[in-house]
């Protein structure tokens, strides 16, 4: 990333740990976190490893990306993207510095991916959003709108243990909430309870994991180390 951008006439914010080197460029504003959603509106365009939220809410702001997939579901994610012509994407394995400055520059000169960017833009607003996604679990649980508008359910949203794939279902509950059901989390981290909306709740059973807490260290240091590896 240094050897790719520290020569050029961009500001790059890196989210990564600012003690990993001791100096960086001048252009370079690293941070170990970001509040993304309120950053990228000031974007013109993203990289990121093809994780599904990032390129989600990247994607909702009509931004163009650079997608470099790591594992899981990120190659798909990734293929998505240049298929719709939003983005253009690289081999975690083999690509160097002069490939990440061309992709970066591409879309950020090539006005097609922002078109592009912004076509998928419109599809998410026209899709509804968490409001139609809190209303089509309402159909799947009550078939008739008459006994809709009568009958409130009881929802569990049982979360991964990364923060950035328990925020989607926070908005989609918060709409559950707004439109009267009860709305509850579950998950196997501790999770601050400013994070829930409000007149819901999250369940930690603290206790019970107590036997199994070397097996989620060891899974979410996998997750970072992979993640680590392409912010390095």
């Not at 790719?4 to 790059?12: I, Q």
């Not at 833009?121 to 996604?133: I, K, L, N, P, V």
Request: net charge negative.
């Amino acid at each position: 990333m240094i050897d790719a951008f520290k020569d050029e006439n961009l500001m790059v914010v890196v989210v990564s740990d600012p003690q990993l080197f001791e100096q960086w460029p001048e252009n370079f504003m690293v941070y170990q976190q970001i509040p993304q959603l309120e950053l990228l509106p000031h974007l013109d365009g993203v990289v990121c490893h093809g994780g599904h939220n990032t390129v989600s809410e990247t994607l909702s702001n009509g931004l163009p990306l650079v997608v470099i997939p790591i594992a899981y579901d990120q190659s798909h994610v990734a293929g998505r993207v240049v298929r719709t012509g939003a983005g253009e994407r690289l081999n975690f394995n083999r690509f160097k510095a002069h490939h990440l400055n061309e992709a970066v520059q591409n879309i950020l000169t090539n006005p097609e991916y922002k078109k592009a960017a912004e076509t998928v833009r419109e599809s998410f607003m026209e899709a509804g959003g968490t409001t139609t996604a809190a209303y089509l679990l309402e159909l799947a649980l009550i078939p008739t709108s008459a006994e809709q508008e009568e009958t409130k359910s009881k929802f569990l949203f049982v979360v991964p243990p990364f923060f950035g794939h328990i925020s989607p279902t926070l908005s989609v509950g918060a709409s559950l909430i707004a439109r009267g059901h009860e709305v509850k989390w579950f998950g196997i981290t501790p999770l601050d309870s400013k994070h829930i909306p409000e007149g819901g709740s999250y369940f930690y059973p603290e206790k019970d994991l107590i036997p199994y807490q070397d097996e989620i260290a060891r899974i979410l240091k996998r997750q970072d180390d992979e993640a680590f590896l392409f912010r390095s």
